[in-house]
């Protein structure tokens, strides 16, 4: 039965951070006209922000805020800096967004040795 439980509440979890990625694809192509194709890098490099923020001071809401304010800051400056000079190029968008993307996920592997993180119950496990 707990095999059920877990593999429903998993499923419920993906399928949230599917809609979340999902729903700011499409907000960010539809109004604003931009190819963004790094948003998963931005939620991967704000969650272990977020991560590291927990583990070095212990507070939740501390490493909710650090992770939050990393993706904003790199998603701000990617917006500003690159994409906003490719406005109407749909395909330098997309290429710039999907190398910008290789970047932070090579920068994660550097930074965080390419840990997968597990939860369990009490917290982050090893």
Known sequence: MQF????????????MLL???SAGLSLILGMMRVANLAQG?????G???????VRQTGSF????????LAGLAVGLVTERVFM????GRTH?????????????GQFWFLLWCATFLTWRIGGFGP
Not at 61 to 68: R, T
Not at 84 to 87: E, I, S
Request: aromatic share 14%; charged share 5%; proline share 0%.
């Open 47 to 53: 969650a272990y922000v977020g991560y590291s923020a």
């Open 84 to 87: 906003r000079r490719l406005l």
């Open 19 to 21: 809609f979340l990625l």
């Open 4 to 15: 059920w439980i877990v593999q429903t509440l998993n499923g419920i979890a993906y399928g």
């Open 92 to 104: 330098s968008q997309v290429l710039l967004s999907v190398g910008i993307a290789l970047i932070i």
């Open 61 to 68: 809401a501390l490493g909710l805020a650090a992770g939050a």
């Open 41 to 45: 890098a931005f939620y991967l490099l």
